[in-house]
């Protein structure tokens, strides 16, 4: 059997993309490996978010190319950076051995391309620029079998000024609820316990006459059978009261919820185009607290955005210091080409980004452990994802929080929820006992 690999950059949309993928390429008659000598087919799925993305996409090829050398293997590369002028001027200009080239709104013509490739030795470009349609029926192979990620709505029409994403996706448009809710029931019926619905902006999901994300969250958690759900990204601007209530109203829906603050200073905010300012987005975590009182955040956080003075950086401290992340994804500020920041003249020196990088992951570091103790002596519900790497007694799960819980236990429990009492804190996981043994 022909083998193939597939190596994914980027968000979980991406990581989604790359089982649409899957699903096709083993149409084909592919089987994944992860030895990579051993590949017929590599394709990249790649992601322009940020520069270092970029960099490593094209450390990669180049040693993929030495393999295409020897053994044929056919190469292929997708996803959000093809979409981006420039990239693909250079793709097409100096990696004219990559057999095929495409982008986010060809990834339904995979199979097809691949099947021309193979058969008629063919090297396909295929990219295109449109605002983007909405695909049903792709075949896909998903990596878990307890967890499942189901994207609800496509793109984005936010252009945060920093961000190249509303470029290289397209405009939002979103599933049809009932596409929706008939994957998510089949996930259930295949015993998935767990899914995360996924879209750039989850909370702008539009499913015609008057149908909301709050109505899709109420209608999922009547599928039986699955027992968590959680959601990635939601904007702070669209997260009205109606989303607030369906989380309230609805115990399978995850209490940690992620709240994109990117900056705590209102200047910068607006600079952003975000929205919303930093008195906002605090009064909407406050009524979230008031509403439901287990609830927790996690965030993403840019600094170093052109102009931010250190009155704006402190402004992001207190509102981290404020707000007792759970989790929080930080990011250096990165010129992307072709969006508004990038134009911007008061670009902020490297150094100066470094060490506002290193201020706030300490103000985060220090917190973990603090932040932790609260889990100490509670019964956790928890997904148990498998085996722990050190030791074959120990398994590993996540709780609600998405905690890495590790506990004594057995190979029986793998893909279950069950409860585990938590005994310890080690910063960046926490120890427990499976109750009721
Ligand atoms: N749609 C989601 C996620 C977008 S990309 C949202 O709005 O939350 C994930 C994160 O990457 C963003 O939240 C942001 O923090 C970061 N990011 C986006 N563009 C960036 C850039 N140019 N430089 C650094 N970080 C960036
Ligand atoms: Fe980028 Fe903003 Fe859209 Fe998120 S909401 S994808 S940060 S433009
Ligand atoms: Fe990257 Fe594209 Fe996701 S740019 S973050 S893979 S939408």
């Given at each position: 059997m022909k083998k193939y690999m597939i190596m994914t950059f980027g968000c979980q949309l991406n990581e989604n993309d790359s089982e649409k993928i899957a699903g096709m390429v083993e149409n084909l008659g592919y089987e994944k490996t992860d030895d990579l000598s051993?590949?017929?087919?590599?394709?990249?799925?790649?992601?322009?978010?940020?520069?270092?993305?970029?960099?490593?996409?094209?450390?990669?090829?180049?040693?993929?190319?030495?393999?295409?050398?020897?053994?044929?293997?056919?190469?292929?590369?997708?996803?959000?950076?093809?979409?981006?002028?420039h990239i693909?001027?250079?793709?097409?200009?100096?990696?004219?051995?990559?057999?095929?080239?495409?982008?986010?709104?060809?990834?339904?013509?995979?199979?097809?391309?691949?099947k021309k490739i193979i058969e008629e030795k063919k090297k396909i470009r295929d990219v295109i620029d449109i605002d983007g349609e909405v695909i049903e029926g792709l075949p896909i192979k998903r990596n878990d079998k307890s967890k499942a990620s189901v994207s609800i709505m496509y793109g984005c029409n936010n252009f945060c000024s920093y961000c190249i994403v509303p470029y290289v996706r397209g405009r939002e448009r979103s599933r049809k609820k009932e596409d929706i809710l008939k994957e998510v029931?089949?996930?259930?019926?295949?015993?998935?316990?767990?899914?995360?619905?996924?879209?750039?902006?989850?909370?702008?999901?539009?499913?015609?006459?008057?149908?909301?994300?709050s109505n899709l969250l109420y209608d999922v958690c009547k599928i039986e059978g699955i027992e968590r759900i959680r959601f990635i990204s939601p904007h702070p601007k669209d997260f009205t009261d109606d989303v607030i209530k369906a989380i309230k109203d609805n115990k399978k829906i995850s209490r940690i919820v992620h709240l994109p603050l990117q900056s705590g200073s209102t200047k910068v905010l607006k600079e952003m185009?975000?929205?919303?300012?930093?008195?906002?987005?605090?009064?909407?975590?406050?009524?979230?607290?008031?509403?439901?009182?287990?609830?927790?955040?996690?965030?993403?956080?840019?600094?170093?955005?052109?102009?931010?003075?250190?009155?704006?950086?402190?402004?992001?401290?207190?509102?981290?210091?404020?707000?007792?992340?759970?989790?929080?994804?930080?990011?250096?500020?990165?010129?992307?080409?072709?969006?508004?920041?990038?134009?911007m003249e008061n670009q902020i020196p490297e150094e100066i980004k470094h060490k506002r990088f290193e201020r706030l992951k300490k103000l985060y570091d220090d917190n973990v452990s603090?932040?932790?103790?609260?889990?100490?002596?509670?019964?956790?519900?928890?997904?148990?994802?498998?085996?722990?790497?050190?030791?074959?007694n120990m398994f590993t799960g996540r709780n609600d929080a998405n905690k890495v819980i590790i506990f004594e236990g057995s190979k029986d429990l793998?893909?279950?929820?069950?409860?585990?009492k938590i005994t310890e804190e080690h910063k960046w996981y926490l120890k427990g006992e499976v109750e009721g043994k």
């Open positions: 051993k590949c017929d087919l590599v394709v990249f799925n790649t992601c322009c978010v940020r520069e270092n993305a970029e960099e490593r996409l094209f450390g990669k090829i180049g040693e993929i190319k030495k393999l295409k050398e020897e053994r044929g293997t056919i190469i292929a590369i997708g996803g959000c950076m093809m979409q981006e002028e693909l001027e250079k793709i097409k200009k100096s990696y004219k051995y990559i057999d095929l080239v495409f982008g986010t709104h060809t990834l339904n013509k995979f199979e097809e391309d691949l029931e089949s996930l259930a019926k295949e015993g998935y316990k767990e899914i995360t619905l996924l879209g750039q902006n989850v909370n702008s999901y539009d499913g015609g006459d008057g149908y909301k994300f185009n975000r929205k919303y300012t930093k008195e906002q987005y605090l009064a909407l975590a406050e009524k979230m607290r008031k509403e439901i009182p287990d609830i927790l955040f996690s965030t993403d956080i840019i600094v170093g955005f052109p102009g931010e003075t250190e009155e704006d950086f402190e402004n992001t401290l207190d509102v981290v210091r404020k707000m007792n992340y759970e989790q929080i994804f930080m990011f250096i500020y990165s010129r992307r080409v072709g969006t508004v920041a990038d134009k603090k932040n932790n103790e609260k889990f100490i002596g509670k019964v956790e519900k928890i997904l148990v994802d498998g085996e722990s790497k050190n030791n074959e793998i893909g279950k929820m069950i409860n585990v």
